[in-house]
C-alpha cells in the first residue's frame, strides 16, 4: 500500500518512505488487533465447545444426585463395559492394522468409558472393571463378542472397518433402550453424548469403507436407521438430557 503523495507534496523521500513504512505498520498492527478481538469474541461464544468432554463431565459432575433406580445402575455397569469393548477392539485393530481411524476411535472411546465411570463414582456404585486390560471383562455377554469381534476383525483391514461399524451400531441400539429407562438427568446426558459420538464413529467407518469400494449392512440396527445416520452430517457441540444442543 502507497501513502497518498499528494497530502505530502515537499517532503524530503526519507521522510515519505518512513511515513509510508509507519502507515503499513500501523494498518498491519491494527488488522492484528482486530483479529486477536474476533477470536476473543470467538472463544466467549463458544469458548464451551473447546474440550467437549472435559466439560460434559464438569455439568455432570456439578448437577445434584438424584435417587437412581436399579435398572439406571445396571445401565451405568453394562455401558462401562460395552464402552470399554469398543475402545479394546480399537486398540487391538490399531496394533494389527496400524491405520489411525482406529487408534482416534479408541482415544475416545476412552473417554466415552471414563465417563460412565464418573457416574459410577459420583453414585458410589461398584466398577465392573476391577482390571482395565485390555479383552478382560466382567460380563460373560461382553467377553463373548469381544472374543468373536477379534477374530472377525482380525481377517483383514476391512473387516476391521466392518465390526468397527457393528460395535457402534451396538453402542446406538442399546444406549437408545437404557436412556428411555433413565430418569436422572446427569445419566442421559451422558448417554446422549455417547450416542452422539457413536453415531460420528459409524459414519467415519462406513465413509472409510465406501472409500475401499465396499459397502456395509446393518447389524444391530435396522439398514432404514443406519441409512438415516450415514446420510446425515457430522454432528458437534455437547447434546442435555434430551439429545438438543446444549449452545443453540
Same mark, same amino acid.
Given at each position: 500500500?502507497?501513502?497518498?503523495?499528494? =497530502?505530502?507534496?515537499?517532503? &524530503?523521500?526519507?521522510?515519505?518512505?518512513?511515513?509510508e513504512?509507519?502507515?503499513?505498520?500501523?494498518? $498491519?498492527?491494527?488488522?492484528?488487533?482486530? %483479529?486477536?478481538?474476533?477470536?476473543? $469474541?470467538?472463544?466467549?461464544?463458544?469458548?464451551?465447545?473447546?474440550?467437549?468432554?472435559?466439560?460434559?463431565?464438569?455439568?455432570?459432575?456439578? #448437577?445434584?444426585?438424584?435417587? !437412581?433406580?436399579?435398572k439406571?445402575? +445396571?445401565?451405568?455397569?453394562?455401558?462401562?463395559?460395552?464402552?470399554?469393548? +469398543?475402545?479394546?477392539?480399537?486398540?487391538?485393530?490399531?496394533?494389527?492394522?496400524?491405520?489411525?481411524? /482406529? @487408534?482416534d476411535?479408541?482415544?475416545?472411546?476412552?473417554?466415552?468409558t @471414563?465417563?460412565?465411570?464418573?457416574?459410577?463414582?459420583?453414585?458410589?456404585?461398584?466398577? &465392573?472393571?476391577?482390571?482395565?486390560?485390555?479383552?478382560? /471383562?466382567?460380563?460373560?455377554?461382553?467377553?463373548?463378542?469381544?472374543?468373536?469381534?477379534? %477374530?472377525?476383525g482380525?481377517?483383514? /483391514?476391512?473387516?476391521? =472397518?466392518q !465390526?468397527?461399524?457393528?460395535?457402534?451400531?451396538?453402542? %446406538?441400539?442399546? #444406549?437408545?433402550?437404557?436412556? +428411555?429407562?433413565a430418569?436422572?438427568?446427569?445419566?442421559?446426558?451422558?448417554?446422549?453424548? =455417547?450416542?452422539?459420538?457413536?453415531?460420528?464413529?459409524l459414519?467415519?467407518?462406513?465413509? *472409510?469403507?465406501?472409500?475401499?469400494?465396499?459397502?456395509?449392512?446393518?447389524?444391530?440396527?435396522?439398514?432404514?436407521?443406519v441409512? $438415516? %445416520?450415514?446420510?446425515? &452430517?457430522?454432528?458437534?457441540g455437547?447434546?442435555?438430557?434430551?439429545?438438543?444442543? *446444549? /449452545?443453540?
Open positions: 500500500m502507497s501513502t497518498n503523495h499528494h =497530502l505530502v507534496a515537499g517532503l &524530503p523521500e526519507q521522510e515519505i518512505t518512513l511515513m513504512q509507519t502507515t503499513t505498520l500501523a494498518l $498491519a498492527l491494527t488488522f492484528s488487533l482486530l %483479529i486477536v478481538s474476533s477470536a476473543i $469474541a470467538q472463544q466467549g461464544k463458544w469458548g464451551k465447545k473447546i474440550n467437549q468432554t472435559g466439560y460434559c463431565t464438569q455439568i455432570v459432575d456439578n #448437577l445434584p444426585l438424584e435417587d !437412581v433406580s436399579d439406571e445402575r +445396571a445401565g451405568l455397569i453394562y455401558m462401562r463395559e460395552e464402552e470399554k469393548l +469398543a475402545r479394546d477392539l480399537c486398540q487391538s485393530f490399531y496394533h494389527k492394522w496400524g491405520t489411525r481411524i /482406529f @487408534d476411535i479408541a482415544q475416545s472411546e476412552q473417554k466415552h @471414563d465417563s460412565i465411570r464418573s457416574l459410577l463414582v459420583k453414585y458410589e456404585i461398584e466398577d &465392573p472393571v476391577a482390571n482395565d486390560q485390555r479383552g478382560i /471383562f466382567t460380563n460373560t455377554e461382553i467377553q463373548q463378542i469381544y472374543n468373536e469381534l477379534l %477374530i472377525s482380525s481377517i483383514s /483391514f476391512l473387516d476391521a =472397518l !465390526v468397527g461399524a457393528a460395535v457402534e451400531e451396538l453402542d %446406538i441400539s442399546d #444406549l437408545t433402550k437404557i436412556v +428411555a429407562e430418569d436422572s438427568q446427569d445419566i442421559k446426558i451422558v448417554y446422549q453424548n =455417547l450416542m452422539k459420538g457413536s453415531r460420528n464413529h459414519r467415519s467407518y462406513v465413509s *472409510m469403507l465406501e472409500a475401499y469400494g465396499r459397502s456395509y449392512e446393518a447389524v444391530y440396527l435396522t439398514s432404514e436407521e441409512t $438415516a %445416520i450415514i446420510d446425515s &452430517p457430522m454432528e458437534n455437547l447434546y442435555d438430557e434430551d439429545g438438543n444442543s *446444549m /449452545f443453540e
